[in-house]
């Protein structure tokens, strides 16, 4: 299962924890950025709910750009492609809210999330997680695929009481309340910047040919 | 139930009263703004009604933008993002109108809304606050979670009869019929205004790189 | 009932006479205008019909743009908003075509409608006044709330000869043809003309900060 | 019957032959021009071969535009509305192809159309006229009404045997194969063209205030 | 028949094969364009598989935009209207692909089709010809109407077997695969061409008043 | 079938397998690019899932624009239509995502894919190949069409246990699991890279007239 658990930190990427039908899953969501027009874009078969997940997540980070050291017009020079293989499954609720969220910050500010770990919670305009559904599930499939880590919503700690000792002594189980928490335990650090790349910079401006001469 | 009233004062937040099929709640308004061009973007499972009254709120406040300080292009720069949690439960209806407004003003004028108060009321494009259904679920519902104080609308005052005295005592209830009252009681004074900030518009000009150069 | 009639003159509001399921009722219409980029916006659970109309009673105030002082590119610096309290309630019909006009006008030329004053016909782009359905039922609607004078299409004058004697006497049920007509009934004048402010516009400048230096 | 019948000859109207479930009717036509982007606008509850037909009139026009003295960014510079009232009345069908056209020619050029003439037909692209059906109802209902000459497509003759011998004579009925024709009977040329308007320029420009200043 | 078999040679318009619930006939095919942005607007009741094959006609057009003498922003300053007459009858299928391609080539080259030649083939972006279904009742409608020369897919020769001797003898059938092909025989030339216009780009520049003075 | 099998290298057309209702098939995959303003385009009654993979395929290849040599305004600039005929045959699924990327890549560096290769997969935005259905039939299709190799994902290597022996012998069958594996088997390169055109740029100039003249 090595590929599914995406061993590899990788930017653009994180890990959520799936309810479906057939029990408990993982979900890879996976973010990309370019040039653009400042449009999001949300594929892999998603349902409204979500999607409307996947813009409040963005639109938390669009307030925290100050904070990831993005410039002011940064969100409106690139287009966001957000994709969740497999690409025929039909997804759908609010409980990838955070791990959306997670996939966006890795993805803007170019920084890896950690090994390992995977998530779940619904994410609020300011960051408040709230309590998702179908957790007993989600940390037996966790457990299953490999995964060392899991963030659950505080609110869902009263879900834990059914899981069989042995899982909980392999699993780190950690509640988190706010997106501060995730950020911290998702990129080891709770203020993940956006390096700025002056030499990139200097590198594009020579195809614009708009170079002031200093004479 | 401490994270459900919102006990902390928070910019581009407010408490409505909403009915549902298992009688009174409370919802949480929030909104973003963020540098954009002028769209609104209303998610949570919102219906056409209540999108309408979104919509009608943000015209309001756009009508009196001049008094709220907001400068003549003032909404043209920005998106904004209205939304209320949980994601995936369905809302509609007319009656969170003014706490639509009042977390609006909140959002574009960045002054916190008052704490312990929830409101209810439609909203008219010239402020004036109609009567809604559900008042007595709404209130019994209100004053169980813990609020101090809400704002019906006047017409509402009929459908307080039924309550029972000791909800009466506990709880303050302000009847409005115009946005100045919701807002005087909502944010402290009749003429909530955005502050100026001279300081950080002087910070981003060097980033513009257009400054003439006086020689 | 005075919140209902509107007693107050108030500028781009208007009230028109509906018929329902359950009898005649007043509409009140209410239009804002704020700087924009030519967006004309219509709530209330308003119905394609009735959007129509707003859409011919605008398209028939911007081909009179020139009589009502609005300077050329008036409607392209402007969104409008439209909405028809209470907005919950489906609205539609070809009926409120002459008040959505009265309202229009009043809200771009800032001169309020006449007090007491309700009305009911179909608009054309050219302003011609068509006959609706309803009428006796929409006049003892007005009568019963309270309005002093109506105005209803020509065409309609047959509708009367069924009504009370006495509703006769008290109301003034005016007919008319064309917009003209229905506008010097509302505004006192045939040519209502928006002021010019000169003042206003100086002010504005100093904002945008492109003053010719003349030295 | 005068107003139905539009006896005053008047800008940008035309009067159509309809087939409705009652039999004959005339429609009457209206389209106003204002500035705008290049947009057209349909209203009156039209159906979608309808608007295709009015699409394709005003691309029939717009092919033409140097003959109708137009000027080469004539149409990117204003917004056309086209309304067929009655508002409520669902109106659909192909018939009114060459109407729409007259109509859209009259606003246009500011030509009037000539009075007392009705018409049917399919317009082409190339400005064929093509063959419509409820001939014998339509041409009918024209005579019910008063209009003295109607302009009917050349393969619809046959339809003509099974009028009143009292009808053929008191109505003109002139069959057309291409809007060559139909331009000619309706504005009594074979080349209406639009005026230039040098004194209006003229007084336009003092309101841009962008004139260079010669000195 | 005269009128629909088009006669006379005209610019921007072609004679598809239609395989239709009646049997075999033919449709017109007609272009127009005019200054715009770049839109293609396609009218007659197409359905979703006829819309796609003009998409894809005008994408193989544009891929030969040099081929054609076409300037390189000739398509982004154009609008395109695509009518298929009669306008009420709903058309669908591939089949129409290589008829809607040489319609776009004698608009957009201003060089008409030649005359009594009738097509049928679906077309692809590489402009390879798709064999199509109803070609026995395609080429006998075309028989009848007095069609002297149709083109099919080659890959459709197989189904030619069952026509009558006489219609052989008649008809002209000329197999083709590629649109290379179809412009031969439709125009004559393998590489139709534009015409250069510089007198009428020399008329322009005076409308525009931007010249440049020299002194 | 040497058609379908599309012998010829041509730029922009690779060629999938497809899995349908009559068993396995191949599909082409066609791709145009021309001047534009950065508008995809998919026709060939596509469902939603496909069209979804169509994106994928393309955010994957922008992210890869520096390794392609393209421009960093290259898609800004041009408008991509992507074609699989049969038009009129719906097709749906995942499984064209890696063919959907090879023929883009094809397209924007205009090198051809390689001669007699057909492959199936699903693409991640990051370029990973996942598992699809109905390899045993797309597999024997292959082999019946005259394809010499394909490409699947390794994933799908346990279905492969079925084939005839015969089958095996004859097709080259090669397992990726990344882009890059299909890019290198494809173009023969792992690199392909899009040449730099100075002469044609120079060519340009000239008919854009805008030159300075230094004199
Ligand atoms: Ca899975
Ligand atoms: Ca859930
Ligand atoms: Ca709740
Ligand atoms: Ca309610
Ligand atoms: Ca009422
Ligand atoms: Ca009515
Ligand atoms: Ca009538
Ligand atoms: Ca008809
Ligand atoms: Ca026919
Ligand atoms: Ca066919
Ligand atoms: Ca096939
Ligand atoms: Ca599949």
């Known amino acids: 299962f090595q590929s599914e658990t995406e061993k590899k930190d990788e930017i653009g990427v994180a890990t959520g924890l799936a309810w479906t039908a057939n029990g408990g899953d993982i979900t890879t969501i996976e973010v990309l950025t370019f040039e653009g027009k400042g449009n999001l874009q949300i594929t892999g078969q998603i349902g409204d709910v979500m999607q409307e997940s996947a813009q409040a997540a963005l639109s938390f980070i669009k307030s925290k750009a ?9 969100f409106e020079k690139i287009d966001i492609h957000v ?23 890795s993805a803007v500010t ?10 779940t919670g619904e994410i609020t305009l300011r960051g408040h997680v ?25 609110k ?19 509640p988190v309340n706010h997106m501060d928490q995730v950020i911290f335990h998702t990129f ?15 590198k594009k401006k020579p195809e614009k040919g708009n170079e002031p001469v200093l004479n």
């Open 110 to 119: 170019e920084i890896p999330v950690k090994k390992d770990i995977a998530m």
């Open 130 to 154: 709230l309590p998702v559904g179908g957790i007993r599930e989600k940390v037996l499939a966790a457990n299953r695929i490999g995964i060392k880590t899991i963030l659950i919503p505080e």
């Open 83 to 105: 994709h969740v293989p497999e690409g025929a499954v039909p997804k759908d609720g609010p409980s990838a809210g955070i791990t959306l969220a997670v996939a966006l910050i």
């Open 188 to 202: 080891g650090t709770e203020t993940p910047k956006r390096k700025e790349s002056p030499t990139r910079e200097t």
């Open 156 to 174: 869902n700690i009263k879900d834990l009481v059914e899981l069989p000792e042995q899982v909980r002594n392999v699993l780190e189980i950690i």
């Open 66 to 74: 100050k904070q990831l050291n993005l410039k002011n017009d940064f």
